[in-house]
Structure formats: C-alpha cells, structure tokens
Nanobody, 127 residues
C-alpha cells in the first residue's frame, strides 16, 4: 500500500502563488519506479490531470491550462512531491489530488495510469 498526504492548499488572490506538497509513504512506494502526478477536480466537473513527473524528475508533463504557470517537482530523498502554482487564476479553484503509479503504466495526465490517491487539498482563488 501507498499513503499520500497533501498539504499547502488554501486561499489566494488571482495572480498570487501557492505551493502544494505531497508526502508519500508505504511499503509499495518506490521513488525510483513510481511516476507521480497532480490532478484536480472543480465542483461539477470531471477530475483532470494537471501535471506529472517521472521517477528521476527529468520528464514532466503539464495540462495546457497550467503550462508556464505551474511547476511540478519531487524530492526522492524526502519522498515528497511538490506543485508550485504561480499566476493563479480563479479557474484554478479546485480540490487538488496527489497520485502515484508504476512507471509501466506510462504516467501522463490520464487517471487510469495511477493506482494510489491522496485525500486532496482545497485551493480557492478569488478575484
């Protein structure tokens, strides 16, 4: 099993910044083979992929809506995933989820590539 615990959510004004963190643990978690990602879900909308990162951190992918504003990173020594969110927009308001899955499933921005999910952290952006 893998446990994922997100933190860092909260409220921000449009144009502001927030940094999300996700601490991973559990016997099934191996940072050298697990792809990690961030997804979000706004009220009344489907969950969508925001960003993903390869085990080494050398490969990343972003949704078009966040490119140039969000940065995903990971610290494998600390088993922690991050999402730096800059130039926030009101449409970024959503519950943000950390997720991880085996490299064999390819990662990316499709939820089917991931096995374990955190409980989520709320991000609210006001104008």
């Amino acid at each position: 099993q893998v446990q994922l615990v997100e933190s860092g959510g909260g409220s921000a004004q449009a144009g502001g910044s927030l940094r999300l963190s996700c601490a991973a643990s559990g016997f099934a978690y191996d940072p050298s083979t697990n792809i990690m990602g961030w997804f979000r879900q706004a009220p009344g909308k489907e969950r969508e992929g925001v960003a993903s990162i390869s085990p080494s951190g050398g490969l990343t992918a972003y949704a078009d809506s966040v490119k140039g504003r969000f940065t995903i990173s990971r610290d494998n020594a600390k088993n922690t995933l991050y999402l730096q969110m800059n130039s926030l927009k009101t449409e970024d308001t959503a519950m943000y989820y950390c997720t991880t899955g085996p490299r064999a499933l390819g990662g990316g921005l499709k939820s089917t590539a991931y096995w374990y999910w955190g409980q989520g952290t709320q991000v609210t952006v006001s104008s």
